[in-house]
């Protein structure tokens, strides 16, 4: 099995930044890809980012290219998300995912590990 607990998530005001923190615990070796997700009250949860874990290669959604950039530290386990320029509308509780698929899906259907959330208010 693998464990993952987000954290940085916080309140911050319209045009701030936050860094998001993913670490991923357990079963590591299984992990081939890590995926940021977000779900607002009332919507969908929907795909933010997501990373290769060897190579780095990454994939983002169209709402958030150019202001978030998703990173990973293979030494400790972690995935992050560096969120710049926050909008209201980026007001969600965010995920953190890992498969074992080599694949970027978009898809939260896909990725078989999930974390808690962590919850990301922006003002406006």
């Known amino acids: 099995q693998v464990q993952l607990v987000e954290s940085g998530g916080g309140l911050v005001q319209g045009g701030g930044s936050l860094k998001l923190s993913c670490s991923a615990s357990?079963?590591?070796?299984?992990?081939?890809?890590m995926g940021w997700f977000r779900q607002a009250p009332e919507k969908e949860r929907e795909f933010v980012a997501a990373?290769?874990?060897?190579?780095?290669?990454?994939r983002y959604a169209d709402s958030v290219k150019g202001r978030f950039t998703i990173s990973r530290d293979n030494a400790k386990n972690t995935v992050y998300l560096q969120m710049n320029s926050l909008k209201p509308e980026d007001t969600a509780v965010y995920y953190c995912?890992?498969?074992?698929?080599?694949?970027?899906?978009?898809?939260?259907?896909?990725?078989?590990?999930w974390g808690q959330g962590t919850q990301v208010t922006v003002s406006s």
């Open positions: 357990g079963r590591t070796s299984r992990i081939n890809i």
């Open positions: 990373i290769t874990w060897s190579g780095g290669s990454t």
């Open positions: 995912a890992a498969d074992p698929s080599y694949a970027l899906f978009t898809d939260q259907i896909q990725y078989d590990y």
